[in-house]
């Protein structure tokens, strides 16, 4: 136990196998589950906290329940009220987004994490692979801010003839422009210290599926092989169906947690990410944006949109890491 793997040398894991497997599973994953990424968005922002019903603490399991239902009520109303593309608003820039940076991220963390398990005398343990995914998110991060920006102010546009004074961008090109020419380069980056506060969701999600990956799902293949005839155990069971489902339980379930634990922050970056009305900035720092939603809305509000938000990155990264291993391991044969 302990998480080591030690006396063994490791090997430097390819940068382009593992480039193209992260950018393989982000498309994947990201068309798949855009049309719950829209209404998490909308349901983050100020201007829709009105869809969403009030979350009671007395009865989760009710309240769960019927913000699922909320959720799916809203899907079907953005289908209606504002036609089907609608629910996949955002999704080219979130697509120009996810593609390299889950890339990057695959990239720099296999890298990340050989380069600290040397430093480390071959042990690969939690630490190493904590250390690795806060400098892949961090990287990530610092180069993909701006699209998730465009991605995040074209969503919150809405048909609607309520919120329809604030459509002022016809495409995500011009979203770029606008923010460009209005707020600078620095308005590109709005969100960012919410971002990198967000490095303990990405850290705690991977520390959590490499020790399942490991402990779990490599423990239970064992316990399959040692079933097999004698003859057939040296045989790999990379292809097994029991294999991909106990990896895509794992993805899933380090996802689950690690949202849950670290959600506000999904919050403050929508907010800090809104369009400005009429020229004011509302939420101008993670401070000041936390106190402000608190003080104005109350604690529930920096849960807002969670049961879509859920619904969509669980699945999500269960088929991203599904789709990731699966790369790695038809690329590396």
Same mark, same amino acid.
């Given at each position: 136990?302990?998480?080591?793997?030690?006396?063994?040398?490791?090997? !430097?894991?390819?940068?382009l196998?593992? =480039?193209?497997?992260?950018?393989?599973?982000?498309?994947?994953?990201?068309?798949i @589950?855009?049309?719950?990424?829209?209404?998490?968005?909308?349901l983050?922002?100020?201007?829709?906290?009105?869809?969403?019903?009030?979350?009671?603490?007395?009865?989760?399991?009710?309240?769960?329940? @019927?913000?699922?239902?909320?959720?799916?009520?809203?899907?079907? @109303?953005?289908?209606?009220?504002?036609?089907?593309?609608?629910?996949? !608003?955002?999704?080219?820039?979130?697509?120009?987004?996810?593609?390299?940076?889950?890339a990057?991220?695959?990239a720099?963390?296999?890298?990340?994490?050989?380069?600290?398990?040397?430093?480390?005398?071959?042990?690969?343990?939690?630490?190493?692979?904590?250390?690795?995914?806060?400098?892949?998110?961090?990287?990530?991060?610092?180069?993909?801010?701006?699209?998730?920006?465009? !991605?995040?102010?074209?969503?919150?546009?809405?048909?609607?003839?309520?919120?329809?004074?604030?459509?002022?961008?016809r495409?995500?090109?011009?979203?770029?422009?606008?923010?460009?020419?209005e707020?600078g380069?620095?308005?590109?980056? /709005?969100?960012?210290?919410?971002?990198? +506060?967000?490095?303990?969701?990405?850290?705690?999600?991977?520390?959590?599926?490499?020790?399942? /990956? /490991?402990?779990?799902?490599?423990?239970?293949?064992?316990?399959?092989?040692?079933?097999?005839?004698?003859?057939?155990?040296?045989?790999? +069971?990379a292809?097994?169906?029991?294999?991909?489902?106990?990896?895509? $339980? $794992?993805?899933?379930?380090?996802?689950?947690?690690?949202?849950?634990?670290?959600?506000?922050?999904e919050?403050?970056?929508?907010?800090?990410?809104?369009?400005?009305?009429?020229?004011?900035?509302?939420? !101008?720092?993670?401070?000041?944006?936390?106190?402000?939603?608190?003080?104005?809305e109350?604690?529930?509000?920096?849960?807002?949109?969670? @049961?879509?938000?859920l619904?969509?990155?669980?699945?999500?990264?269960?088929?991203?890491? =599904?789709?990731y291993?699966?790369?790695?391991?038809?690329?590396? /044969?």
């Amino acid at each position: 136990m302990g998480g080591a793997i030690a006396d063994k040398e490791t090997v !430097k894991p390819s940068v382009l196998v593992h =480039f193209a497997a992260g950018g393989i599973g982000g498309t994947v994953g990201a068309a798949i @589950t855009c049309p719950l990424e829209v209404v998490k968005t909308r349901l983050q922002s100020s201007l829709y906290r009105s869809s969403e019903a009030a979350v009671s603490f007395r009865n989760p399991a009710r309240a769960a329940w @019927t913000h699922i239902v909320g959720v799916v009520d809203l899907l079907r @109303t953005i289908r209606r009220q504002e036609g089907i593309r609608a629910l996949w !608003k955002g999704l080219g820039p979130n697509l120009i987004g996810v593609v390299p940076a889950r890339a990057i991220y695959f990239a720099t963390y296999s890298q990340g994490k050989h380069a600290f398990t040397v430093l480390n005398n071959n042990r690969e343990t939690p630490l190493v692979h904590m250390a690795a995914a806060a400098c892949a998110g961090t990287t990530v991060a610092a180069c993909t801010n701006p699209i998730w920006l465009v !991605k995040t102010r074209m969503q919150l546009q809405s048909e609607t003839p309520a919120l329809r004074a604030a459509h002022k961008y016809r495409n995500s090109f011009h979203c770029l422009y606008s923010v460009l020419r209005e707020e600078g380069v620095r308005g590109l980056y /709005k969100g960012f210290s919410a971002s990198v +506060l967000g490095l303990t969701e990405s850290t705690l999600q991977f520390a959590t599926y490499e020790y399942l /990956k /490991k402990h779990w799902v490599e423990e239970r293949r064992m316990e399959r092989q040692a079933l097999l005839p004698e003859s057939a155990r040296g045989s790999t +069971l990379a292809q097994s169906p029991a294999d991909w489902l106990d990896t895509f $339980a $794992a993805a899933a379930f380090a996802k689950l947690g690690a949202a849950i634990i670290t959600y506000p922050h999904e919050v403050l970056r929508t907010r800090l990410r809104q369009t400005p009305v009429a020229g004011v900035t509302k939420y !101008k720092g993670l401070a000041q944006s936390a106190k402000l939603i608190y003080r104005e809305e109350g604690m529930a509000a920096l849960y807002g949109g969670m @049961t879509a938000h859920l619904m969509r990155v669980v699945p999500n990264a269960a088929i991203l890491f =599904f789709c990731y291993e699966l790369v790695v391991s038809a690329l590396t /044969k």
